[in-house]
């Protein structure tokens, strides 16, 4: 034998061929924005770290959330930047806080746009854990119940998905029973079930300036030396009434969406985080990279490895670049 018997090369030749071929496709309907929200009027203030992401204040998000439909982006989800922060974060569960009063106007003016909300307390706790405190140890069951008063103020002003990202013990059962409790039975739980305690949330503390002033968010978030972990968390999560799951960070755990993929059918996402963000855009911006290749490449693997839909700063950018719009 003279040839190569089988010839792969065949099926690259063109542009067209490729497209044909290929296995995983990335659409407007694959992402999910993340947006922070911040008290004020006509505020549009950026983050040093996370270049083109901004601060907005609440009439300035709608505009933005209308900016993100018209690329034909399903969905966004709200962080928010309290007034003022207490060492019980009452501005994340108070019905006139920030998200709440940015639900509505978002939902009022763009009822077809999926909103989502992180639910955690570190954004509006003074020392910035994701619980409350007590003798420098975050309570775990303590916590449980004003994640579940964060939920239904956040599902009364008409968020259609709640998502816990505290990773405290029992919170999706208490949350599903607060909102059961409260009438809300069609709101969707999404659970950020495995999520590691990852330095690539770095920018993302900047922006919601969510830094733990004291300790780190180890004894609650995962290790990242750990795999079975991840599943347990997940089994845990589906059992105590998950409507959709999420494993973030999303390039560095690749091995664990995978395998959530294959053993979990719920609908299933990853986070590209802050940081994930973050050197991709500084590495284009330096020129040592191809900015808009590695986003895509980035997305499609985190696609290709199984998530049907992904959390991404890069929203806009890879929808008006895949939607032609
Ligand atoms: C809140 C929360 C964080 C992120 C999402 N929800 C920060 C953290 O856990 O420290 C990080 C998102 C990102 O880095 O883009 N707990």
């Given at each position: 034998m003279?040839f190569?018997l089988?010839?792969m090369?065949?099926?690259?030749?063109?542009e067209a061929?490729r497209?044909?071929?290929?296995?995983?496709?990335?659409?407007?309907?694959?992402?999910i924005?993340?947006?922070?929200?911040?008290?004020?009027?006509d505020?549009c203030?950026?983050?040093g770290s996370m270049?083109?992401?901004?601060?907005?204040?609440?009439?300035?998000?709608?505009?933005?959330?209308r900016?993100?439909?018209d690329?034909g982006v399903?969905?966004?989800i709200?962080f928010?930047?309290p007034?003022?922060?207490?060492?019980?974060?009452?501005?994340g569960?108070?019905?006139?806080g920030?998200i709440?009063?940015a639900v509505?106007?978002?939902?009022?003016?763009?009822?077809n746009?999926?909103?989502?909300?992180d639910v955690?307390?570190?954004?509006?706790?003074?020392?910035?854990h994701?619980g409350?405190l007590?003798?420098?140890?975050?309570h775990?069951?303590?916590?449980?119940?004003?994640?579940?008063?964060a939920s239904?103020v956040?599902?009364?002003?008409?968020?259609?998905?709640v998502?816990p990202?505290?990773?405290?013990?029992g919170?999706?059962?208490?949350?599903r029973e607060?909102?059961?409790?409260?009438?809300?039975?069609?709101?969707?739980?999404?659970?950020y079930?495995?999520?590691?305690?990852?330095?690539?949330?770095?920018p993302f503390?900047e922006a919601a300036?969510?830094?733990?002033?004291?300790?780190?968010?180890?004894?609650?978030?995962?290790d990242?030396?750990?795999?079975?972990e991840a599943m347990?968390?997940?089994?845990?999560?589906?059992e105590?009434g998950?409507d959709?799951?999420m494993?973030?960070p999303?390039?560095p755990?690749l091995?664990v969406l995978?395998?959530?993929?294959?053993?979990?059918?719920?609908?299933?996402?990853?986070?590209?985080?802050?940081?994930?963000?973050?050197?991709?855009?500084a590495?284009?911006q330096?020129?040592?990279?191809?900015e808009?290749?590695?986003?895509?490449?980035s997305?499609?693997?985190?696609?290709?490895?199984g998530?049907?839909f992904i959390?991404?700063y890069?929203a806009?950018e890879?929808?008006a670049?895949?939607?032609?719009?």
């Amino acid at each position: 034998m003279s040839f190569p018997l089988v010839r792969m090369r065949r099926l690259r030749k063109t542009e067209a061929l490729r497209r044909l071929v290929a296995e995983t496709v990335l659409t407007p309907d694959d992402l999910i924005y993340p947006m922070f929200v911040c008290p004020g009027d006509d505020v549009c203030q950026g983050i040093g770290s996370m270049p083109g992401v901004n601060r907005y204040s609440i009439d300035a998000l709608v505009e933005e959330c209308r900016k993100v439909a018209d690329l034909g982006v399903p969905g966004v989800i709200l962080f928010g930047i309290p007034e003022k922060k207490d060492a019980l974060g009452t501005e994340g569960y108070s019905p006139k806080g920030i998200i709440p009063r940015a639900v509505r106007a978002v939902k009022k003016a763009l009822p077809n746009l999926i909103v989502m909300c992180d639910v955690c307390l570190c954004e509006y706790t003074s020392h910035g854990h994701c619980g409350i405190l007590e003798k420098g140890h975050v309570h775990n069951d303590a916590t449980l119940e004003l994640l579940a008063r964060a939920s239904v103020v956040y599902a009364q002003a008409g968020a259609d998905v709640v998502a816990p990202s505290d990773m405290m013990d029992g919170r999706v059962l208490a949350i599903r029973e607060g909102l059961e409790e409260a009438g809300l039975d069609d709101v969707i739980l999404l659970s950020y079930a495995a999520k590691y305690a990852s330095a690539f949330y770095g920018p993302f503390r900047e922006a919601a300036d969510s830094t733990p002033q004291e300790g780190d968010r180890r004894g609650y978030q995962m290790d990242p030396p750990n795999f079975r972990e991840a599943m347990r968390e997940v089994a845990m999560d589906v059992e105590e009434g998950a409507d959709m799951l999420m494993v973030k960070p999303a390039l560095p755990y690749l091995d664990v969406l995978s395998a959530v993929r294959q053993e979990f059918d719920l609908p299933l996402s990853a986070y590209q985080v802050s940081g994930e963000f973050a050197m991709i855009k500084a590495a284009g911006q330096q020129g040592w990279i191809d900015e808009q290749r590695v986003m895509m490449e980035s997305l499609i693997s985190i696609k290709r490895a199984g998530a049907d839909f992904i959390f991404t700063y890069f929203a806009k950018e890879a929808a008006a670049l895949v939607g032609g719009r």
